[in-house]
């Protein structure tokens, strides 16, 4: 891998992570999408406690909302909540933090 160190589109730095990764870490992480290609879903939190099978959405234009609907297959109640943590290291954070 070649050590280059170069401005990233929406990202503020150049250097590289100053911590060790553990052994058996894995990564998690969010990307912010462009609303123009990626559907908006209002109240996603209550979508996910409903059927899953007419979730209303959006697709955001300069010339107004596209409307559609998604589904979703069905998901455990644990997949849920990963879900509705945000990611996988939120929700087993929350879940150690309940142990302790």
Do not use: W
Not at 42 to 59: H, M, S, T
């Amino acid at each position: 891998m070649e050590n280059r160190r170069e401005q990233v589109p929406y990202c503020g730095g150049k250097t590289f992570p100053r911590n060790r990764i553990p052994e058996g870490a894995c990564d998690s992480h969010h990307h912010i999408y462009d609303p123009v290609r990626f559907p908006y879903v209002p109240e996603i939190r209550k979508a996910l406690d409903g059927d899953l099978e007419n979730i209303p959405a959006y697709v955001v234009k300069e010339s107004g909302n596209v409307p559609l609907t998604l589904y979703i297959k069905p998901l455990t109640a644990e997949e849920r909540a990963i879900i509705k943590a945000g990611c996988l290291i939120n929700y087993n954070r929350a879940k150690k933090a309940k142990k302790a």
